[in-house]
T-cell receptor, first 113, second 117 residues
């Protein structure tokens, strides 16, 4: 069983469309991170959400942390081909010596021109 | 800064051969992480170092895998002997801090794509 379930697994849309991807878990987290990974590159951190219900905006990207801090969503407005990539969510069990950053399997987004 | 540097970018080898992957972290970062990414399992943490000392290697799949960090600017991940199921993209990442604050951001290298035939 995956700690983090991301959906959809694949998403192909046309330029200009809006989309939302999800990251869900049955566990409660103190924080959650979103990354974007472009083909042939490593993941790059987009945002960290900490507070339940928190909403953060990064240009056309809107990130929301669920009230219960078990889930998160990423909404992209007017998608562009440059948004193409693998979107990963991740959580850490920070505290103590048993640190680990756990990633979901990601949503592979393709934005067609 | 050039960011995290990994070499080689691509490696193709035959089953049974030794493979060594290399990483140069960002200067000044105290933490270094090795990850493996596959379609089936996603991105998994293998091991991480703090100030060149291995802290948690519980993600290392088998004894065939070993990692070293002889100094603050260099780390290796070695697989001996390699097997086809080791085929994956291996990432190195580094950070100033471990968790809990803006300095814990992990910066990933471009990865090494390993293919074991």
């Amino acid at each position: 069983t995956q700690l983090l379930e991301q959906s959809p697994q694949f998403l192909s849309i046309q330029e200009g469309e809006n989309l939302t991807v999800y990251c869900n878990s049955s566990s409660v987290f103190s924080s959650l991170q979103w990354y974007r990974q472009e083909p042939g590159e490593g993941p790059v951190l987009l945002v960290t959400v900490v507070t339940g219900g928190e909403v953060k905006k990064l240009k056309r990207l809107t990130f929301q942390f669920g009230d219960a801090r078990k889930d998160s969503s990423l909404h992209i407005t007017a998608a562009q081909p440059g948004d193409t990539g693998l979107y990963l969510c991740a959580v850490s069990n920070s505290g103590g010596s048993n640190y680990k950053l756990t990633f979901g399997k990601g949503t592979l987004l393709t934005v067609n021109p | 800064d050039a960011g995290v540097i990994q070499s080689p970018r691509h490696e193709v080898t035959e089953m049974g051969q030794e493979v060594t992957l290399r990483c140069k972290p960002i200067s000044g970062h105290d933490y270094l992480f090795w990850y493996r990414q596959t379609m089936m399992r996603g991105l998994e943490l293998l091991i991480y170092f703090n100030n060149n000392v291995p802290i948690d290697d519980s993600g290392m799949p088998e004894d065939r895998f070993s990692a070293k960090m002889p100094n603050a600017s260099f780390s290796t991940l070695k697989i001996q002997p390699s097997e086809p199921r080791d085929s994956a993209v291996y990432f190195c990442a580094s950070s100033y801090a471990l968790a809990g604050g803006p300095r814990d951001t992990q910066y990933f290298g471009p990865g090494t794509r390993l293919t074991v035939l």
